[in-house]
């Protein structure tokens, strides 16, 4: 009776080694995906916001709409 129950824990022990490294390659990959989409996600973003983008220019529409409440925007930082 000890020898199949020897048999049984070494197979036991070799596939939950085997389900281990399973699971760390999934954590790596998903570990991965994070710092891929997180490069993204910071790479469509802009951090520079020094001067504002007047999305109205150049359209001729709204131009001085745009220009009015971009001083009141600028007297309100001051």
Request: cysteine-free; overall charge positive.
């Amino acid at each position: 009776m000890a020898t199949p129950l020897r048999e049984l824990q070494r197979l036991i022990r070799l596939r939950l080694a085997e389900d281990r490294d399973v699971v760390g390659f999934d954590l790596a990959a998903l570990r991965m995906i994070a710092r891929v989409a997180n490069d993204r996600k910071d790479s469509f973003l802009s951090h520079d916001e020094t001067q504002p983008k007047d999305i109205w220019a150049g359209l001729g529409l709204g131009s001085d709409s745009a220009a009015a409440l971009e001083g009141r925007s600028r007297k309100r930082e001051l």
